[in-house]
């Protein structure tokens, strides 16, 4: 499956992406984390340092230029539909058996015009979604905005992380909306940091924004954050929240 991750900063948006990346790779099935929130936190996420994530695809202006061919200052012509098949492989890195890939930030508004870089950040994700067997998490910022109409003609879902509160149920109607002006249907909601019976009042919130799942707030989730460690150990409940999301997710398609 391709799916793609938004919500609300701060609602476990990179969390909840990587339970799902950490939970395939278990399955020994091939599968790409692609950061592509500018906060780039997915690498802090899975135990690392920043400094042992991967490169961001966004700085390598001397890729960029040849596989465009942009000239110095962006003046000119350049190709829109760039070779990038390869990218992927040469520019992710495996930890434990999960291939995280970071986009970097993209170019918005302004000149009005379509960059380089942005040509080929979205080829990537392109590639990504319509050229790989893997299966692959997107893990986005709030807005929809690198998430272009052909590009979200290969997700097979967008969840939206949603923490108690006004403003992440207002986030989630957001992204709905936008999701559905460019064409993906298939949107469900993940509440996180569920207290109590707190759910129910989220879930009545959220209609129609069907939700798929509920991840209780756990200290040890913090604790993990606090010593940068990967918050997904692999346990039963674990294991169990995010198998039965993934039929949810599945069942959307049918």
Known sequence: MKIAITGKGGAGKTTLSVY??????????????????????????????????????????DVIKERTGAE?????????????????????????????????????????????????????????????NAWVILDMEAGIEHLGRATAQGVDAMLVVVEPGKRSIQTAHDVAGLADDIGVSQVGAVINKVRGTEAEEIKELLQPVPVLAQIPYEDDVFRADMRGECAYKGTETQREIVADLINKMESLNK
């Open 20 to 61: 799902i990346a950490r939970f395939i790779a278990e399955q020994s099935r091939d599968v790409y984390l692609i950061d592509a929130d500018p906060d780039a936190n997915a690498a802090l996420a899975l135990g690392l340092n920043n400094s042992e994530g991967p490169l961001s695809l966004a700085d390598l202006n």
């Open 72 to 132: 110095s200052g962006y003046g000119g012509f350049f190709t829109l539909n760039p070779r990038v098949d390869d990218i992927p492989g040469k520019y992710s890195i495996d930890v434990d058996g999960v291939r995280l890939l970071r986009t970097g930030r993209l170019k918005k508004g302004g000149s009005g015009c379509f960059c380089p870089e942005n040509a080929f950040l979205s080829s990537v994700v392109s590639h990504m979604f319509f050229g790989s």
